[in-house]
Structure formats: structure tokens, C-alpha cells
């Protein structure tokens, strides 16, 4: 067998492209909306809602449901609960979503739990019986699939033996997924909370990134039909000396040049607890700088859904108010992939509250 053979089916192989590029169309981008049960129930216990099984659902419904969403969402992630349900509308999500011709994907792992003698290390789990998962996940509808492995900022961490067995967990899902005609979001995320500079983050994104390619092409994951999902680079969320745009801008793109391979399509963001509005000012910095072969779009859970959830707060009658905040963040950071942020109505109001540029280390 030449190294160089696809083995994956030629049939497959086009679906998977029409894929990444309906996920990719330009100024659309994802909603990230796979929280797990205990994500969830933190979210919602956060503003006081009950975090009932009615309650889930009739969020999920809320979010998927949201008139004019694929104006600026081309694909939704899901968790395997809201998959498979049914809503008030007698559809299941995935069947709603594509009627309004946005796709579904699924995470597919089942979380991250700590790793044995790594002190505050994770490795993501979820292999077992992942083929036979993946084959009743595109025969429910899904069209892409994403495995996240979270990667601590600390004193001596992350360490080699995690980052490697995290790229492999990584690789081997993507390659299953490749194999049942599902493309792959890989999500290799360093989380941003600690008191780091952006210059350790720049340092551990471009480690983990490298090794996470070696370990992709070993396992002969087709590059193009994949996508890649990353945090921006950013100094952590308690250091006191927090750079600008531009810099939070540069060294996001000089990473993703030095790190991912040309023939990867696309890249997306998470927004990785960032407040939703500097979320988006960010990604219009980095995406107005990409000179990149890439297109570059949003992947975004809290920095999309934060407002919406807030003014839902679990009442059938702000179901309205909460979409048209969906649909807002969703619009705001549409114009942030083409560079177009602030919309012309918010420039005089953002002029005045961004804080003046620091220096980064
Ligand atoms: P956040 O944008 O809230 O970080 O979520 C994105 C995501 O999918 C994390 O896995």
C-alpha cells in the first residue's frame, strides 16, 4: 500500500468536501451549542434556571429555531441528547436545522477527566465504540463531528505526555470520522484561565498545534477535509498586562502560519470564556490581518449564546427577545470574518470604550 493511497472512499471524500465548504461559505460561521449535561447545568444554574431535562430541550429548541440564522450560521454543533429529540414542532433538531440548510455536527467525545500521574493534566476519552457511534450520528444527520482536548496553562504544564496523547486521541478520532464520511472538527484547546503572558500562550498553541499535526498526518487524516478549532492567542485572563487587537491579532496569525499545514481549509475560533463583544473585536483584528491560505471563521458557544441565554432565562415569553440576541451576535460576528466590525451604527459608541492599546510583553 503507497503511504499516499485515500483510503477513504471516493464518494466520501466529495460528500466531506461539500461539507467543509458549505461550513466554510464566507461570512458564515458556527454555533458551538454541544454543551455536556454537566456544561449545561452550569450555564443554566448560573442565571438561576433549572437545569430540567424541559429545560434543555426547550433551549436547544430556542437556539435551533432562531429566524434568519443561517444568514450568518452555516453549522450547529450538537450534544448526543439534543440529536436525537424531538421538538414542540414535531421535527428533531437536526431536521430543523436542515430545512433552514444549516448542518448538524456532534461532539463526539465524552469529555476530558484527569490524567493519571499528570497532576492537573486531562486526557480526553471517548474512543470506545466510536465507529459504530459515528455510523448512527450520519444516519441521524450529522455532517461533521468534534473531539476537544483541553490543555492547563500552569507551572510545568502542559507536559509532552499529555500533549502526545492528546494528538493521538486527536488523530484517531479524526481518522474514524474521515472513514464514515464525517469531517472532522479538531479541537485542541489551551484554555486561557491563569496569569500567563501571551507569549506562553504563543509558545504552548504552537507546541500542541505541531505535534497535533505530526500526529494527524501518521494517522493519514486527509488534511482537507478536516477543520481545525483553536483558541486566539491571548495572554491569560487574570494577567494584568492584557495586549491589543493588533497583537492579540499578529501573534494568533503567526502561530496558525508556523503551526498548520497550507491544505487545511479552514480554522475556527472558540471563544474560551472571553467576554462575547471583545470576542468579536478580536476575531475582526485577526481576520482583517489573514494573509493566510485558510479561511478563518467563528466556532463560538458562550460568545454567541451568552446574551440569549441571559434574556431567556427559561420564560416562553422571551423566547423572541433572546433569538433577536442570537441572531445579533450571530450578524456581529459575521461582519467580524470579513473584517467589517464594528457595524457602522456601533463605531462612534466603540471608539469611545476601547481602552487605549498596552504594549505586550
Ligand atoms: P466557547 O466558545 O464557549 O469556548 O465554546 C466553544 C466550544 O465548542 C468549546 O469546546
Known sequence: MRLDENLVQPVKTADMHATVAALLTRGKGLLAADESFGTIEKRLKALAIPATDENRRAYRELLATTPGLNDFISGVILFDETIREWTSLGKTIPELLQDEGIIPGIKVDKGAVPMANFPGEKLTQGLDGLRERLAAYHALGARFTKWRAVFTVAEGTPGSPCIEANARLLAIFASLSQEAGLVPIVEPEVLMEGDHP????????????????????????????????????????????????????????????????????????????????????????????????????????????????????????????????????????????????????????????????????
Open 198 to 361: 501571551i507569549a506562553r500562550s504563543e509558545q504552548i498553541i504552537h507546541v500542541t498545534l505541531s505535534r497535533v499535526f505530526d500526529a494527524l498526518l501518521e494517522y493519514r487524516v486527509l488534511l482537507e477535509s478536516m477543520i481545525l478549532k483553536t483558541g486566539m492567542v491571548l495572554a491569560g485572563s487574570e494577567c494584568p498586562e492584557q495586549p491589543g487587537l493588533d497583537v492579540v491579532a499578529e501573534r494568533t496569525l503567526r502561530c496558525l502560519a508556523s503551526a498548520v499545514p497550507g491544505a487545511v481549509p479552514g480554522i475556527v475560533f472558540l471563544s474560551g470564556g472571553q467576554e462575547a463583544g471583545l470576542a468579536t473585536r478580536r476575531l475582526n483584528a485577526i481576520c482583517a490581518a489573514n494573509h493566510g491560505p485558510w479561511t478563518l471563521t467563528f466556532s463560538f458557544g458562550r460568545a454567541l449564546q451568552a446574551p440569549a441565554l441571559s434574556l431567556w432565562r427559561g420564560y416562553p415569553e422571551n423566547i423572541e427577545e433572546a433569538q433577536e440576541a442570537l441572531h445579533e451576535r450571530a450578524r456581529e460576528n459575521s461582519l467580524a470574518v470579513r473584517g467589517l466590525h464594528p457595524p457602522a451604527e456601533q463605531r462612534e459608541q466603540f471608539q469611545t470604550s476601547v481602552p487605549k492599546r498596552r504594549q505586550s510583553v
